[in-house]
């Protein structure tokens, strides 16, 4: 709801269920900042206003008609340079005079129902009752340049979105060197600023810092929204936990280069600033243009970090993700390539197709190696044809072979690249990002596509439509596997090369708008490298995105955990494959690595042909439970656990995993929950654990009940000493005898309890083994040990 006080310095209020955000035209024509949190009830703004008498020392007035107003220290909608606010700046211009002073001053407003989209880029959307939009113009006038901020409230998921446009009205041309997406000031108070950093197979590794006078800043420089610093960032009260306390998220709606940067002043208020990162952009506007910046998405909570999370989660799944897939249910997946890597052919994959199919799952993904000469990574990207040698029936025979065995297709591509080594790259060697006449830095062997060009744009949606209208083609993996380097096109003019990585954006961006929309039906999933392209702008086309390279289990309870914060479960892919692990070489039960992947889309990457009839069985009993739980688990509501996870250290390169976790995910009626708990390292003697799940009604019964798990002899060693009646040799011929013929049970746990007994007291867990023995009420809890219960509402007897 958009209510406004007006007059000559009008107030904006933007209300939604449960925040406020307030905003007042002053007297010389700036817009000050007022408030954003809580929602609270305004008759009049007066008592919210900064009350100034005179500027603070050694500060310099906006101009002499009103003494008291320095910029430096208003909390301000959108600042600009050289009209003494010294702080982090909205804006930054160079017009065609040399000056670089900006001094835009409200001029007219505009209310409206519903949100249009914005120009060029992905944005979100919703219907004229979900969505308000308030456009403040703002005017340079020496410079004729406009300036319009546009904002849209997003009453039931507590979501504010804003983005800026600025049109050069003038006869010159104007270089912009920065114009950010959001921009909030807060009046001093203590915060903490919290970002998602990593790096290959180590993403959304959560850090917390001090807002204090030093400048923090989260950002990306590598040409894609990157695995080194995620788009999405908090700001949050100093004392917040998962579940108490107030909480900012922001995010941006854009793939390339961002910027967010917080700062104190020098009177201790705080500004925090978001956008397309200054450092790699610049933008010449020519006369009678505009540009439009991302949109920036931001939400607040009073409830925690969890509070904050549930708004943004619900906001993603509702007003970002579009199209068929939106809302529906995701398949269970087997995906090629950790099972064969580049050697695949039709035999072998088809043998795994039968093995996948046999355990329960629904789609087959081959990954990469499937055209031109795609032995390795040195060659083929670009020629999309596929290889007859390894598909003797091609893409037809092969997608028409596994919907024969009953199970949908998909395929992998990575449409914005190219090999030197491919005949794409022979016949127009122009068509890539590179500076003519320079080495060329080098990233898995790879270039990039000019997505600046409309004729490039034009060669990758026809090249992607032959391959998806190939064969039966169901779902697409669409990689990204490299960063910029060489930022350079030759179709720009010497003055437009700041604007390539943009331009590449919004190029791209076209390419998926047009490919979506050929093929509504098909599932297409993200990925670069894993996560390094995981951000909104993706999500507004593609409504799922590889998570990570990193399977390993306990690498990806913390990257999980940090998707968490700011990305929905519904779209988050996560696997379960083989032991040790690819990328760690750590050995991790079967079911702990199912129980992270539960919490998200599951799929398999694994070699099921090896694997044993007991391994085999054990994941069809898993793909059937997770079928039984999808809804919830793809689309409930999820929580992480606060006393658990807080308790964490601040190391910022080595994992600083939380030795234990606990998350719930709860259906939208309640009715349904399921805990899922992990343990990193045994912490010996420590036999007590209580499971606090979050999110169901206080007064309604629910039935709690612990997966039961089997052990194997064998995984006792010599403490199976402890049950035999005759003494067994450690993998002598007797234990593996009854390896097997005897499956140990695990412990049952089984309560029927009220939910805020369950939330508020926690469920007393069977004790973990503790260097007593095995007997089957004991919670044999060892390293990367986990647990899931299911929680189902039941009526009172
Ligand atoms: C990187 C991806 O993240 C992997 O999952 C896999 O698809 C490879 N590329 C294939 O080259």
């Known amino acids: 709801m958009i209510t406004i006080f007006k007059g000559p310095q009008p107030t904006f209020m933007l209300h939604t269920k449960n925040t406020s955000y307030i905003m007042k035209v002053l007297p010389s024509g700036h817009i000050e900042h007022v408030y ?38 208003v909390c301000l909608e959108m600042s600009g340079m050289g009209k003494s606010d010294v702080r982090e700046p909205f804006i930054e211009l160079i017009r065609s005079d040399g000056g670089r002073t900006e001094d835009f001053l409200f001029d007219t407003y505009e ?9 060029d880029l992905p944005s979100s959307y919703g219907n004229d009752d979900e969505v308000d939009s308030l456009y403040i113009n703002l005017i340079d006038a020496k410079y004729d340049l406009r300036l319009t901020l546009k904002y849209s409230v997003f009453e039931e998921t507590d979501v504010i979105t804003k983005s800026a446009r600025i049109t050069n009205n003038s006869d010159f041309s104007v270089r912009i060197k920065r114009i950010m997406s959001n921009q909030l000031d807060f009046m001093p108070v203590d915060m903490r600023f919290h970002t998602f950093t990593g790096a290959w197979a180590r993403e959304m590794h959560r850090n917390d810092a001090l807002v204090g006078e030093a400048k923090l800043v989260n950002e990306s420089r590598s040409g894609n929204s990157s695995n080194r610093a995620n788009p999405f960032v908090m700001l949050s009260s100093i004392n917040t936990t998962e579940d108490a306390g107030d909480c900012y998220g922001i995010n941006l709606i854009y793939s390339g280069n961002h910027y967010e940067a917080v700062e104190r002043n020098a009177f201790g208020k705080i500004r925090f600033v978001s956008g397309i990162n200054p450092s790699t952009f610049s933008w010449h506007l020519k006369s009678k243009l505009s540009f439009q910046t991302p949109e920036s998405v931001m939400t607040f909570s009073e409830n925690g970090f969890n509070g904050m999370s549930n708004n943004m989660h619900r906001f993603v799944r509702e007003h970002i993700v579009r199209g068929y897939w939106k809302d529906r249910e995701r398949p269970v997946l087997i995906n090629s390539w950790e099972a064969s890597y580049f050697d695949i052919n039709e035999n072998k994959l088809l043998r795994l197709a039968r093995a996948a199919k046999d355990v329960g799952v629904e789609l087959f993904v081959m990954d990469d190696g499937w055209f031109g000469r795609r032995n390795d990574d040195t060659s083929s990207l670009g020629d999309w044809t596929a290889n007859t040698k390894k598909l003797s029936s091609g893409i037809a ?40 006449g320079h080495a060329h830095s080098e990233g898995r062997n790879q270039r990039i596509l000019d997505l600046t060009r409309g004729d490039v744009q034009e060669y990758v949606i026809n090249a992607m439509s032959n391959v998806f209208s190939s064969g039966e083609i169901n779902y697409v993996k669409w990689d990204m596997n490299r960063n910029f380097t060489d930022m350079y096109s030759p179709v720009l003019t010497p003055k437009q090369q700041g604007d390539v990585n943009h331009r590449y954006i919004v190029g791209l961006y076209k390419v998926m708008d047009a490919l979506t929309k050929r093929f509504p039906e098909i599932l297409f999933e993200g990925c670069a490298s894993g996560g390094n392209r995981f951000d909104l702008g993706i999500l507004s086309y593609f409504p799922q995105i590889w998570a990570s390279d990193d399977t390993d289990a306990i690498a990806r309870a913390e990257i999980q955990t940090g998707y968490s914060y700011g990305y929905p479960m519904s779209t988050l892919t996560a696997h379960v494959s083989d032991i040790p692990n690819h990328q760690t070489l750590r050995r991790t039960p079967l079911e702990t690595r199912y129980h992270v992947a539960v919490l998200g889309i599951l799929g398999y990457e694994c070699n099921l042909t090896d ?34 996870y807080d308790r964490r250290g601040f190391s910022t390169i080595l994992p600083n995993y939380a030795n234990d976790y606990e998350w719930t995910v709860v259906s939208e009626d309640k009715s349904e929950a399921i805990g899922v708990m992990l343990q990193t ?69 089984k309560h029927i309890m009220y939910g805020d007994a369950i939330m508020k007291a926690g469920i007393r867990l069977r004790p973990a ?6 007997n089957d009420n004991i919670r044999m809890y060892p390293d990367f040990a986990s647990r899931l219960y299911v929680i189902k509402r039941i009526e009172p007897v």
Request: glycine share 8%; hydrophobic share 35%.
């Open 769 to 774: 083994f503790a260097g007593v023995g095995y």
């Open 611 to 644: 694997l044993n009839g007991d391994g085999l069985k054990a994941i069809r009993q898993q793909i059937s439970i997770y079928k039984k739980y999808r809804r919830t688990l793809q689309f409930g509501t999820f929580y992480r656990r606060s006393s658990l």
């Open 681 to 749: 390292l045994v912490h010996p003697n420590t036999q007590y654990a209580l499971l606090k799940p979050t999110g169901l009604i206080d007064e309604a019964i629910y039935r709690i009940e612990g997966r039961e798990i089997t052990y194997n002899i064998k995984e006792l060693g010599s403490l199976v000493n402890t049950v035999s009646p005759i003494h067994v040799k450690q993998d002598g011929m007797v234990h593996n005898a009854l390896a097997r013929y005897i499956t140990l049970n695990g412990e049952k746990e």
């Open 397 to 436: 025979g092969i997608s028409r072979k596994i919907h024969a065995l009953g199970m949908d297709f998909g395929i992998w591509v990575e449409p914005e690249m190219v090999n030197v080594d491919s005949n794409l790259y022979r016949e127009h060697p122009d068509w890539t990002i590179e500076i003519p």
């Open 36 to 73: 954003y949190g809580a929602r609270i009830h305004l008759d009049n703004v007066d008592g919210l206003m900064e009350q100034r008498e005179f500027a603070p020392g050694c500060t310099t007035v906006y101009n002499n008609e009103d003494k008291s107003l320095s910029l430096e220290d």
């Open 111 to 119: 209310a409206r129902e519903g949100k249009e989209p914005i120009e």
